[in-house]
């Protein structure tokens, strides 16, 4: 499945054991030798009673995310779509919390999702140190870390990326957004993720991205993204400080792969 190009190969671990899903999402996300894709979601039910389901994800370099809205989205239709719930609001726990999926859904079709993702939070010793940032750039915390330098030019994210990513500032290494405001009021951004590279879109990101252009007065609190896979909405209420990202899911297609 994919959200905006952000491609995961998801697993319905309510069927399937993976036993060491770290190995498996190297090995399956290889995009010449395996399945091809930014890594590997597990789909399972909730350990705790407020949450309807539980989602695992493991970047292609195998390490453990916590965190990616493209995918929630992606699980909410496919929790829809394969006849595993019926609702309409999915409660989804994370390594980042509990968050919120809202369906639009016609005629038994899920057609976008809008996830609430929560507060974002600007400080975070653990995960950012500002006496060492490299650039002037805004962090932004949204479950995971995102450090969003606005530039004329976010292609030069291919080149600045990986070095920031590792950065000593960033103490579990952070995902790297370039973005530039564009004239018709969108603003266009390009994602180094942490443990996946260049990705087509990544949902975290845009919410940074909206976020860091708000609280810099670049823009107002309701965003359109533009990355490179598609368009996500952002809305960064100030009824309850909740970043609301809204956009598309697709299915790709269905197989079977050797553990």
């Known amino acids: 499945m994919h959200g905006c190009g952000n491609d ?10 993976v036993d060491n899903p770290a190995d498996a999402a190297v090995k399956w996300s290889d995009r010449h030798k395996g399945v091809g894709s930014d890594g590997l979601v597990l789909i399972d039910k909730s350990i705790v009673p407020e949450a309807d389901f539980s989602m695992r994800i ?10 990616c809205g493209n995918a929630s989205r992606c699980i909410g239709k496919y ?9 309409h609001q ?23 999702v809008t996830v609430d993702m929560m507060q974002p939070a600007f400080y975070d010793d653990a995960l950012f140190i500002p006496a060492l940032a490299p650039v002037d750039g805004t962090f932004v915390s949204m479950g995971n870390p995102h450090f ?22 960033f103490p579990k290494r952070c995902n ?13 951004t390009r994602v180094w993720e942490r443990g996946s590279g ?44 909740h970043v609301y990202m809204t956009g598309p899911a697709e299915f790709v297609f269905d197989g079977e792969v050797e553990l």
């Not at 995961?8 to 054991?17: G, K, L, S």
């Not at 493991?58 to 965190?67: I, L, Q, R, T, Y």
């Not at 999915?90 to 976008?112: A, Y």
């Not at 790297?176 to 405001?181: K, R």
């Open 8 to 17: 995961y190969i998801y697993v319905n671990a309510m069927e399937y054991d």
């Open 58 to 67: 493991f970047n292609a370099d195998g390490s453990e995310a916590m965190m």
């Open 79 to 87: 929790l829809y779509e394969r006849g595993l719930t019926d609702k």
């Open 90 to 112: 999915i409660r989804l726990l994370t390594l980042s919390g509990i968050k919120t999926l809202f369906l639009n859904v016609t005629d038994g079709q899920v057609n976008s």
């Open 148 to 169: 969003v330098i606005f530039t004329d030019d976010v292609d030069r994210v291919g080149e600045h990326g990986p070095v920031l990513e590792c950065h000593p500032a």
């Open 176 to 188: 790297i957004e370039f973005a530039s405001l564009q004239s018709d009021g969108y603003i266009r």
């Open 198 to 241: 260049i990705t087509m879109a990544c949902g975290t990101g845009a919410c940074a991205t909206a976020v860091a252009a708000a609280v810099t007065g670049r823009a107002a609190r309701l965003s359109k993204i533009v990355m490179d896979g598609g368009t996500l909405d952002i809305e960064w209420r100030e009824s309850d400080n």
